[in-house]
């Protein structure tokens, strides 16, 4: 609540231009903090783990890309796998407590191939103390804004990462994924809200607003994904959704141009 109240104050210092910064927006005035939002919440516990456990429910009773119906996991992920006992099938950026590849597990038990979930140390370190993983989920504490340690995995997946940065943050986490990957094989998977030019539901558009105030970014239309994605390196195979007319959780397949 204090950013969302502190952001009329500050567009209007700031001539009304949209905030892409993520050290000086509307949150660090409001905070008095140079931190960014991330950095603030585990500097500030339990805010870091009450976000995470946030994160966690929040796709509950929401369409899951996992599911037959949504994405062709056998078709697209796990046929051409190349099995080998250091092989990766899925690697979770950023993934919190593990709650996407836990659900991926129940979902294709009989899939090959480690599943990874990285993330911050001191989110790893959380997970490794409450012991909540499926089993056969590997955590690796990993930032992504450093060079990625699993080379050439079928698929790398982010889900509702890059809405929290701008496109020049955005830019350079694609470029340590894209450096990873394996041409004609590898898969990265973004699991976000692909909004429509017009008419857009008023959870995305809310959602909008909401990023902006919290960490300078946005959400993004489809020309806004494509502009991203092809200026890191990267080409969209396809937008898969159940709810094409809001955009809400899509999954965007990509692969090396």
Not at 63 to 89: C, I
Not at 160 to 176: K, M, N, T
Request: glycine share 8%.
């Amino acid at each position: 609540m204090p950013a969302l109240l502190e952001t009329p104050r500050w567009l209007a210092k700031h001539q009304w231009q949209t905030p892409n910064d993520v050290a000086h927006g509307p949150y660090q005035d409001a905070y008095k903090t140079t931190l960014n939002f991330f950095e603030w919440l585990q500097s500030n516990q339990p805010n870091g783990m009450q976000f995470n456990h946030h994160m966690g429910g929040y796709r509950q009773g929401r369409p899951s890309w996992m599911d037959t119906d949504f994405y062709p996991v056998q078709e697209r992920l796990v046929k051409g796998f190349e099995a080998t006992p250091d092989s990766a099938l899925l690697v979770d950026i950023g993934g919190g407590l593990g709650h996407d590849l836990s659900e991926f597990r129940r979902k294709h038990p009989h899939a090959p191939g480690r599943l990874v979930l990285q993330d911050l140390p001191v989110v790893i370190d959380r997970v490794a103390a409450e012991n909540t993983l499926a089993a056969g989920i590997e955590p690796m504490a990993y930032d992504f804004h450093t060079e990625q340690p699993i080379v050439g995995a079928r698929a790398y997946y982010m889900h509702s990462v890059l809405h929290d940065w701008p496109d020049e943050v955005c830019a350079s986490i694609l470029a340590r994924v894209a450096a990873a990957m394996r041409p004609g094989y590898s898969r990265l998977l973004i699991n976000e809200n692909v909004i429509p030019g017009t008419g857009a539901d008023w959870q995305a558009t809310a959602l909008d607003l909401m990023v902006m105030c919290l960490l300078s970014a946005r959400e993004r239309t489809e020309s806004d994904w494509r502009r991203l994605l092809e200026g890191s390196g990267l080409k969209i195979v396809k937008i898969w959704s159940t709810d094409k007319q809001n955009g809400v959780e899509s999954l965007i397949e990509c692969e090396l141009a």
